[in-house]
Each structure stands twice: as C-alpha cells, then as structure tokens.
C-alpha cells in the first residue's frame, strides 16, 4: 500500500471555510454574550436603569474592538483561501490553529473589559492578535512555499497580503507600546487603527496599508 | 505591483452568507437559552411549577418578539444577497455591521425581559431593530450606486426592498413611540407588525407593505 | 412596479438548510451545557466524584433524549428539503417556526432534567416534540398544496413522510399519556420509540412504522 | 406504495458536513468558555492579575489537548467523508453518533480541567475519545460493508485510515493506563501522541502512524 495519510487528509478547503464561519460567528456571538443585563434588584427607576447601561459602557468599547478584530481577521482568512488552489494536512493544521486563536477572543475581549485598566490584560488581548497576524502570515508562507497557490494572482496577492499583515502587526504593536502611556491610548489607538483596515479610508497615505 | 488590497478582499458572497446563518442560528439559540429554567429550590408540587413556569411568560413574549424580529431581518438579507452580482470590501464591512446589530439582539432581548415595563430597555431593543433597518437599507443603496447588483432584476427588487424598509422602520418608530403610553401597548403593536410581515396576510391593503 | 416582495423572497432552500444545520448543531451542543461540572469543594476523593457523577445521571438520560430527538428531526426535516423542488415565503416561515422550536429543545431538555419526576416538565417536552411534528407536517402539506415539490418522487415521498409523522406523534402522545403512571414509564417509552426511529429495526412490523 | 422511509431519508453528504461543521466550531468554541475570567474583587495589582492568570493554567492545557482532540476528529471525519459516495439512514445515526461524542467533549474537558489530579476524570475525558474513535470506526467498517465508499480510492483509504484510528486509539489507551502513575503523565503522554498527528513529524518511524 503506497497510499499514506498524508495524502488523504485534510484537501477540503470549503470545509475549512464552512468550519472558519462557524467558529468566526460563535465568536463574534459570544463577545456580545459578556455584556450581562444589569441585576434587576437594586434597579427602580429608569434612571437607575440608564445608569446601569452607562456602567456597561467598557464592555461596548471591547465588544466594538473585539468585532472589528474578528471583522478583520475573518476578511484576512477568507481573501487568503480564495488564493489557494488546494489545501494539505500541514495547512489544514495551521488553520486549526489559527482557529484556536479566534476561539480564544471572546476571553481575551472578557479580561480586558473586566480589567481595562491593567496592562496585562492589554497586552493578553494584544497577544491573541499577535497570535493570529502570525498564523494568517504562517498559512500563506506555507502555501506559498508548497505550491498551494492558485496559479493567476496568486503569489502576487500573497506579497500583497503578507506586506499588509506586517504593516498591521507594527501598528498593533506601537498601540501595545501605548500601554505605558495608559491602558485607554492603546484601546484609542488599536481601534483607530481598525477602523482604517475596516473603512480604507481614500486618504492615500493611509489607503496604502 | 499594482494589485491593492481592496481589489483581492471581501469577493464572495457565499461565505459571507454562511457567515450570517450561523451569527443568526447562535442568536436564534442564545435568546432562548435566557429563558432560565426556575430553581428547584422552591417547587415542591405540579402547582408549584406551574406557577413558576407562568412567571417566565415575559421571556415568553421577548423571546416570540425577538424570534420574529431575527426571522424578517434573516429573510431580509438572504432577499438582497439573491439580488447582489458581486460583494466588495466596503459591501463586506456593511454586512459585517448588520451581523454585529444581529449578534446585539440577545442582549436587548434579555434587557427587555427582565425590564418589560421600562420605557429605556422599550427604547434600547427598538434601537437595535433601527440599526438592523439602517444596515440593511445602506448595504443595498451601497450595492446600488457602486454597480454590485445583478442586471436583470436587481434594481426593480432594490427599489421595492428599500421602500419596504422605509415602511416598516416607520411603523416600528410608531410602536416604540407607543411607550409613551406603556411599554405593553409598544411591544404588542410590534409584535402585530411583524406578524404582518411574517404571514403576510392577504388583506390587500397590508399585503402591499 | 408589477414586482412584489412576496415574489422575491425567501427562495433559497440552500440558505434554510444552512441556518437549520446552524440551529440543530447548537441545540445539540447546548442540550450538554447543561450537564454541569460537579462542584470541586465538597469533593475530596474518587468516590466522591464517583457518586457526583453519578448524580448527573438524570441529565445524561435526557441528553441522550433530546439527541435522539434532534436527530430524529434533523433527518426529517432534511429528507423533507431534498422533495422540495423551491421555497416560497411561507414556506420560509413555517421552517423558521420549526427552527423556533428546535431552538426550545435546550429550555424543554434542561426543565425535564430538573424536574424529572414532574409531569408539568414532562408535558411541555412532549409539546416541545408535538410542535416540531406539526411544523414539520405542516411544510409538507403546504408545499404538496403550492406545487413546491419536485416532479419526481415528490408527492410519493411528501404521502410517506406524512404519514410517517403521524404513526410517530400517536406514539409519542401514548408516551405522554403514561406519565399518569410515571414520567420514567413516559421517558423509557419515548427512547424505546426513538431508538425504533433512528435504528430501524429490521423486525417487520416495526420497520414499517 | 413501494418507497420505504429508509430509501428516502438521510442520503446527503453536504447537509452531514455542514452540521458537522456546527458542532464541531461550537465545541471548539466553549471548550474556552469554560476558562473563566478572574474575579474582579480580589485583583488590586497587575501582579495580583498575573498570578490570578497564572492560576488558570491547568485550564489552558486542558484547552490545548482538546483542540487537537477536536482537530484530530475533526479531520479525520472530514477526510472519511470524501471517500464516501453516499450516506444511507444508517450511516447517518453513526454520523449522528459521532456528533453526540463531539458534544461531549467540552463536559468531559471541563471535568478534567476541574479535577486534573482525579484518575476519574481522565479516564471519563479517555472514554470519551475511545468514543469517538469507536464511531469513526464503525461509520468506515459500515460503509465499506454497504458498498458507500467511492470507487476509486476508496476501498485502500478506507483500510489505511482504520489502521490509523487502531494505532492511534491503542497509544490513548496506553496514556490513560500511564494515569496508575499520575494524570499529569496520561496527559503529557496524550498531548504528545496528538501533536505527532497534528504535525506529522517527518521521523520516519512515527511517520507511518
């Protein structure tokens, strides 16, 4: 039998898509789940009430960051498999991994909201981005290597791809940085930055990352 | 290399729609998951529970609200994204918002059912269904104006969804206006609403809207 | 503008399968949550966790219930949607009312496994499972009405399906019934019917059922 | 009437995938939920912060061992399915059976990360990935028997993975028996065997597991 493992695991690509959904939806599903509804007990008056929502406010702010993160990322996964021809079981792998990391932002987006103030916490959080700019850069390093692109734009979008997450990760990183200032100029920062991946803002210095 | 990223990001309309089946199947499951089964504790009779049971019939109604509300915002989209020829990134980024408006509904459920008769969590869950409307009107006008609708019957279906937009945020602003007299009269002047858009009644004066 | 909504909605059959597989794998995910962790204070040796364990017992049984029951349904709902040849926005409606309460199942699951020995709880989980019986019949009697089914085997298979549902709803309302006797007569009688249901047996006359 | 139920119902890969792909993005996911976020209370300084984290490593293990369990099944399920040609009624309870096993896996992982020094708790966590190899078995052994498989590979892929699910389950059996030493080294030694699955070392003997 000259058929070995290798050669027959993990080719799919639309399931690693159709598992990437899931695993992106729940995610962006439960980061919403932390934001708890005020106790009813010490609550008698709308005012009381409108309060209590104010006191949630940090937990909007990570809810805010955490989906642009995960908007982010979900968009970098997808543009990357659309460049790829095939898959293989190393690179199946890699993707798992880099689902892990999705799997681990609602806790991370949790620690932050309950200890905003605290550095470790920010840099937990700014960890887990690290942890996914790196496994997205790791899975078209890969492909790239092993032949897995598809054979028109691909390598091309590969450099391209691959110069935006460094661009990315340098900026996350200052944002961490940041923290020695305060905890609050990092989310500041981080979330600007987001806002422009998200937005592509036409401003052509910017529009160029 | 003359390749920019917003070319290469955000192409496929399918993975965004399984993306949104699963934000929307976590939210359909998550608002009843606040329906909490009563504490065994306190129930010793067939009575007992009774009783208990009928005490969760809020959760009942915001769940019934919020069942229908998620399965006309569900319909509404997978409607539009029949009509789209091709997504781009900002066209992504607008149907990433509509999903976080989506993932936000279990929380304006709960705030709602464990405040029914304040007029601010009446408010808060009415603003959660404007956004919903908003996004969903922006990602059409979007696709209209930047070319992504498919030729034939695109525009005709565009023209007819948005104006159905329009009519049913305003009859939902004049629910949520409602509280003005109780937040009972709102949430059932809504849930009649939705009723109308669900079954679609063949009363030809509501089955124009 | 000769168009109306009701013509371009809702007719993706692709779309309701992918938020019925969304629902039906959280609600088999959930239907465990609510086997909880024993607490570690008062657990001091192995048999201490032994007999912790074992008091999960209740809940184990209603799992295994609850996920013979979503199975049930899930195959049933998916055989239903191969017959279907298109959806319209009606039919849209009715799988969404069958998804609302497949959704149910956790609440009805974790109240049985609470309240074991209550017929109340018994009661609203076997109108859980009378419910998604009659959505289920119900799409295919509006389908078989509307000319939704596929040419081929559809109405053979519609006529089948059907009757199917009934022989299973009489038996499921016989187990109900026994919980005059006991709700455990009541929960053996519907696995053992279950059991039938997913195993198939090859003894004639229950094959036929 | 000559159709019988059995003939109808369950004959779909894709809508297998795809729940499959629901569970198993929602197991990955909670199996995080279950590392809860420190108590705010008690947590005055970062170092209070750290140690707090610290505190939550055995939780972070338990995740890192079930991920790779998840991802180890997860793709061994998937490259089953791509050499099966169809699924019957049958096949789908075995499938169906998996996916109860998977839905287990965050309880089980929960338990273990809750009592990681109790032999109960590895050997319930053991049970339930001799499970799941059980029923990756038997969907293979059934399908093969049923003449499901595909034409071409199939038959050889079939043999070679079922070799694998033997080794592999025969290395847990000997990790779980490690737990008469202690439960740390079961797991050091499951971690291990997972990893040469996931990553596939390229040392010739472990290789050809």
Sequence with gaps: MTLSYNQVAG????????LSDG??????????????????????????LWNALLGLSPRLVTYLLSFLTLGIF??????????FAKADRDLTWIQLGFLAAVALM???????????????????????????GLLLYAALAYASRGGL???????????LIRRRIVVAQALYAFGALLCVVSTYWS?????????NFAIAPRIPVLSRL
Excluded: K
């Excluded at 729940?26 to 934001?35: G, Q």
């Design 149 to 159: 692109l598809s054979e028109d734009a691909g390598s091309a979008a590969s450099a």
């Design 187 to 195: 989310i500041a920062f981080i979330v600007l930055v987001q806002l």
């Design 23 to 48: 695993v992106f939806a729940i995610a962006m599903t439960l980061i919403v789940f932390e934001i708890r509804v005020p106790d009813v007990g010490p609550i008698h008056s709308e005012q009381d």
């Design 106 to 132: 609602p806790f991370s987006t949790s620690l932050l909201a309950e200890f905003i103030s605290f550095r470790l916490a920010l840099l937990a959080y700014w960890a887990n981005i690290v942890l996914l």
């Design 74 to 83: 979900w968009n970098g996964q997808q543009t990357q498999l659309n460049y």
């Design 11 to 18: 080719r799919r690509l639309d399931r690693i898509a159709a």
